[in-house]
């Protein structure tokens, strides 16, 4: 395999082999993975104490809620959202694909399902001060 191309686009890394771009996963999306992470042992702990759960209103009429069953797990090219997928939950896709650009599963859908997620965990954990 010969290297065509190396080039580097502010904080994320492109690389050329044979016409073919891989995407290593941005910086900001580790972060933002990384803080919802962080976060989650925080919100179990509110909800089974209070019984109060996560909630969006996020692409719907009424509040869908956010549950996860575990912390967000990259591997690879791949970021895996495991989600309770009861009656109102949000519903959001179980794999996603970095180097994906458009369409369900893509760079684009991961970065705005964690914001949903980052809010509404940051909004429950403003609630219990």
Same mark, same amino acid.
């Given at each position: 395999?010969?290297?065509?191309? $190396? =080039?580097?686009?502010? !904080?994320? /890394?492109? @690389? ?7 995407? &290593?996963?941005?910086? +900001?999306?580790?972060?933002?993975? !990384? +803080? *919802? ?7 179990? #702990? %509110?909800? @089974? ?6 909630? &969006?209103?996020?692409?719907?009429? %009424?509040?869908?809620? $956010?549950?996860?069953?575990?912390? @967000?797990? $990259? /591997?690879?090219?791949?970021?895996? @959202? %495991?989600?309770?997928?009861?009656? %109102? +939950?949000?519903?959001?896709? #179980? =794999? ?5 650009? !458009?369409?369900?599963?893509? $760079? ?7 914001? *949903?997620? #980052? /809010?509404?965990?940051?909004?429950? *954990?403003? #609630?219990?001060?």
């Amino acid at each position: 395999m010969v290297l065509d191309k $190396v =080039r580097f686009l502010s !904080d994320q /890394r492109t @690389i050329m082999f044979n016409n073919k771009q891989t995407n &290593t996963m941005k910086k +900001a999306i580790q972060n933002r993975i !990384d +803080a *919802i992470n962080d976060m989650l042992p925080i919100v179990e #702990k %509110h909800e @089974i104490a209070t019984g109060n759960l996560c909630t &969006t209103m996020a692409d719907s009429t %009424h509040a869908s809620y $956010v549950i996860l069953t575990k912390p @967000i797990e $990259v /591997r690879n090219q791949f970021v895996y @959202i %495991h989600e309770d997928k009861g009656y %109102h +939950a949000y519903g959001f896709e #179980k =794999r996603y694909n970095v180097n994906k650009t !458009d369409g369900f599963g893509s $760079v684009d859908q991961l970065k705005y399902d964690l914001s *949903i997620i #980052k /809010r509404a965990f940051n909004k429950l *954990i403003k #609630k219990q001060q």
